[in-house]
Antibody, heavy 120, light 110 residues
Framework: EVQLVESGGGLVKPGGSLRLSCAAS????????MNWVRQAPGKGLEWVSL????????YYADSVKGRFTISRDNAKNSLYLQMNSLRDEDTAVYYC?????????????WGQGTLVIVSS | SYVLTQPPSVSVAPGQTARITCGGN??????VHWYQQKPGQAPVLVVY???DRPSGIPERFSGSNSGNTATLTISRVEAGDEADYYC?????????????FGGGTKLTVL
């Protein structure tokens, strides 16, 4: 059974930093493109970033470019999101989600999410 | 950037058919995926590549995509289908691919 488990969320002040982690099990982690998707309270889903299976390419949504950094460690079956210069509007549940290698593949498996609250 | 438009809400009686639309410019040329999200839970993929169902998803869930509209159809709706539904595509019109979600549709089972 595929399991993705996020951690690292919490309360942080505007301008602060936070590092999220996503631990994968039950899946050949190194075969999947991994993503972060977020959902602000009461709002819809927003794609944040993706990293290819071998770190060949990395992309970000314009809303986080220059502030967030995605990374992965295939040896540890783990995905990360370093979030700097956090803003109120970054408050959301952050999900990690796996995606196949095809350019138009869906988000196949999702974690349960970790809540990030940016507030003074 | 590419925009996907969904109706905010759809209501249907149990046993009837629910249709949730997702509009986008020439969306028929893209692969559309649909996710179901119940309160307090992570999204679940219910239809991918316009028409395919992941293992474990009932045949009552089906999809279509043509022109400027993709549609998720739920036949013989049950109370347990009440949830938010999101369509999603990958947009490559800018210098890099971006995941794009519709605004979501709340399905209410009357």
């Amino acid at each position: 059974e595929v399991q993705l488990v996020e951690s690292g969320g919490g309360l942080v002040k505007p301008g602060g930093s936070l590092r999220l982690s996503c631990a994968a099990s039950g899946v050949t982690f190194s075969s999947y493109t991994m993503n972060w998707v977020r959902q602000a309270p009461g709002k819809g889903l927003e794609w944040v970033s993706l990293i290819s299976s071998r770190n060949t390419y990395i992309y970000y949504a314009d809303s986080v470019k220059g502030r967030f950094t995605i990374s992965r460690d295939n040896a540890k079956n783990s995905l990360y999101l370093q979030m700097n210069s956090l803003r109120d509007e970054d408050t959301a549940v952050y999900y990690c989600a796996s995606k196949g290698s095809g350019s138009q593949s869906p988000f196949e498996f999702w974690g349960q999410g970790t809540l990030v609250i940016v507030s003074s | 950037s590419y925009v996907l438009t969904q109706p905010p809400s759809v209501s249907v009686a149990p046993g009837q058919t629910a249709r949730i639309t997702c509009g986008g410019n020439n969306i028929g040329s893209k692969s559309v995926h649909w996710y179901q999200q119940k309160p307090g839970q992570a999204p679940v993929l219910v239809v991918y590549d316009d028409t395919d169902r992941p293992s474990g998803i009932p045949e009552r869930f089906s999809g279509s995509n043509s022109g400027n509209t993709a549609t998720l159809t739920i036949s013989r709706v049950e109370a347990g289908d009440e949830a938010d539904y999101y369509c999603q595509v990958w947009d490559s019109s800018s210098d890099h691919p971006s995941g794009v979600f519709g605004g979501g549709t709340k399905l209410t089972v009357l």
